[in-house]
């Protein structure tokens, strides 16, 4: 694999002491699935994970505890919760 092919994460200093060749292909091939596409390849799985959240707590009124809620008060809850599970992020632990 070029150096040029590999993505800027792969290039960092902490990556290249982590990950080998093997390891970049397998980090590759992993994240090609229904999810990238989904969430356009960005932060694939934390985006999964605070979406699905919110499915599952709003298609049940017995479970939603976001019901009562107003609508201003709603979006600033999900903003938050979307900013602190995106940055559970690997990639975004270094900013």
Request: with cysteine; proline share 1%.
């Amino acid at each position: 694999m070029s150096c040029k092919a590999r993505p800027t994460f792969f290039k960092r200093d902490e990556s290249k002491s982590v990950f080998d060749e093997m390891d970049e292909v397998a980090s590759l091939l992993g994240a090609l699935h229904r999810l990238a596409l989904l969430y356009n390849d960005m932060s694939v799985l934390e985006s999964h994970h605070v979406s699905l959240c919110f499915q599952l707590t709003t298609r049940d009124d017995r479970i939603n505890i976001f019901k009562n809620m107003s609508r201003e008060d709603f979006k600033t809850l999900r903003h938050s919760m979307v900013d602190i599970v995106l940055a559970t992020e690997m990639a975004r632990h270094f900013e």
